[in-house]
């Protein structure tokens, strides 16, 4: 069986003030063992976010990582680094990163080798636009961008990786894909991998993410094919967090 994952992508909110209270709050949620519970703060929290998650089952994670591994590329953070602070985790190709930074399929495959590279899990992001929806088109966006992370670096780094499926008009939108809207797409994703490598593919964690709440995440967790979820706003409020990570739980 698959464990459930709960990570929380924070974006680009939070303040020390606001943090503190924030993991306390996750630092004190029941813990089970088919239940990671992952946080996903801005760089600059990293550290000291890790230092408070020290000696707890909670994972630390960052949102995003350079595709170099060192050198003269001022404003970036590699994948060493984050290693250095404590994080076990990256995120790459958000669809933020994807539509609002300009990364396109090859750059975010390039980041999800570099987080490998320096042993962290990358929770690679797919999603398709509402327009790709309308057309028909989802599997094939989806399958594109899929490709380009398995023809850089083979199905078998997949056995280290976790997906995130994460329509693009369901983030900070309020419209959640259906529950079998969701399971469509993670079963398509699921079986695209399994005829490369069926045990990678029965093995692998596929989150959904886009405006899971505590009020539609129980339907959604239900679904076979969905094995957590990458929460955004919900993440931002502990008591809606601690009620997904319940859901998750079971
Ligand atoms: P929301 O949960 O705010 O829709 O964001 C989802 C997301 O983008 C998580 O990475």
């Not at 306390?24 to 088919?34: K, Q, R, V």
């Not at 350079?66 to 060493?80: C, D, F, H, L, V």
């Not at 989806?142 to 398995?150: K, M």
Request: with cysteine; aromatic share 6%; hydrophobic share 45%.
């Amino acid at each position: 069986m698959r464990r459930k994952l709960v990570a929380g992508n924070w974006k680009m909110h939070g303040s020390r003030l606001d943090n503190g209270p924030l993991v306390e709050a996750i630092l004190g949620a029941p813990t089970h063992a088919n239940v990671e519970c992952l946080i996903c703060p801005p760089f600059v929290y990293l550290a000291e976010i890790a230092r408070e998650l020290r000696g707890s089952t909670v994972r630390l994670g960052a949102q995003n990582l350079s595709a170099e591994a060192q050198g003269p590329y001022t404003g970036e953070i590699s994948a060493a680094m984050l290693r250095d602070v404590g994080c076990d985790y990256v995120i790459v190709g958000h669809s933020e990163r994807r539509t609002l930074f300009g990364e396109d399929d090859l750059l975010v495959a390039r980041k999800f080798a570099a987080a490998q590279a320096r042993g962290l899990t990358p929770i690679l992001c797919v999603g398709e636009q509402l327009s790709e929806r309308e057309a028909d088109r989802t599997h094939e966006v989806i399958a594109r961008q899929l490709d380009a992370v398995l023809d850089l670096t083979g199905i078998a780094s997949l056995a280290r990786a976790v997906i995130a499926y994460e329509p693009v008009w369901a983030i900070g939108t309020g419209h959640t894909a259906s529950p079998a809207q969701a399971q469509d797409v993670h079963a398509f994703i699921r079986q695209r991998l399994a005829h490369r490598d069926a045990k990678i593919a029965a093995s692998l964690q596929i989150l959904y993410g886009g405006s899971v709440k505590k009020g539609n995440v129980r339907d959604l967790f239900a679904q076979s094919d969905v094995d957590g979820g990458l929460i955004g706003g919900a993440s931002l409020k502990s008591e809606e967090f601690l009620s997904i990570m319940a859901a998750a739980r079971g």
